[in-house]
């Protein structure tokens, strides 16, 4: 079945272009929340495992012994996951530009959350990246592709 006369996409293909439109914004940001949410816990009970000389477990044992590490190590794991997972459908020079969110969330988790102090220079190269993250966020049209599997002749294409 050929383009209909007004040149229009079919609506199958309409309706999985947004799918996988969609599919990318929830991988991105899942990404992005495992990565500060990940880091947030992990720097959080970094922190808190404390040792003293007088402890009977060796001081490269005792984050482990924490159970905030144990949750953040497991939020980086699907981190990980997901941004594997988004790599494989999307473009890396989408990717890393969109998911570089996340850096500036750990600054604000850091700053709000931690209680860390964060100067102007540092909030100021954070909206930097939230700049670079926008413009780049208006590409994802252009930077999901579809699975061989799911291309008509088989070859792997890009949705325009």
Not at 20 to 47: E, H, Y
Not at 124 to 146: C, E, K, N, P, R
């Amino acid at each position: 079945m050929g383009k209909p006369l007004d040149g229009a996409a079919p609506p199958t293909a309409t309706r999985s272009h947004a799918g996988r439109v969609w599919k990318t914004a929830l991988f991105a940001a899942l990404v992005i929340f495992a990565n500060v949410a990940g880091n947030a816990f992990l720097s959080w009970g970094m922190k808190r495992a404390h040792v003293d000389a007088a402890s009977a477990i060796p001081a490269f044992l005792a984050p482990f012994l924490v159970p905030s590490v144990w949750l953040g190590i497991a939020l980086l794991i699907v981190w990980m996951l997901s941004r594997m997972t988004l790599l494989s459908w999307a473009d890396l020079s989408f990717v890393v530009p969109v998911t570089s969110l996340g850096y500036v969330l750990n600054v604000a988790a850091g700053a709000f959350l931690l209680g860390e102090a964060v100067d102007g220079k540092r909030w100021l190269g954070a909206m930097l990246i939230v700049a670079g993250s926008v413009v780049t966020g208006l590409t994802i049209h252009d930077q999901t592709h579809v699975h061989p599997a799911e291309s008509p002749s088989g070859t792997r294409e890009r949705n325009r």
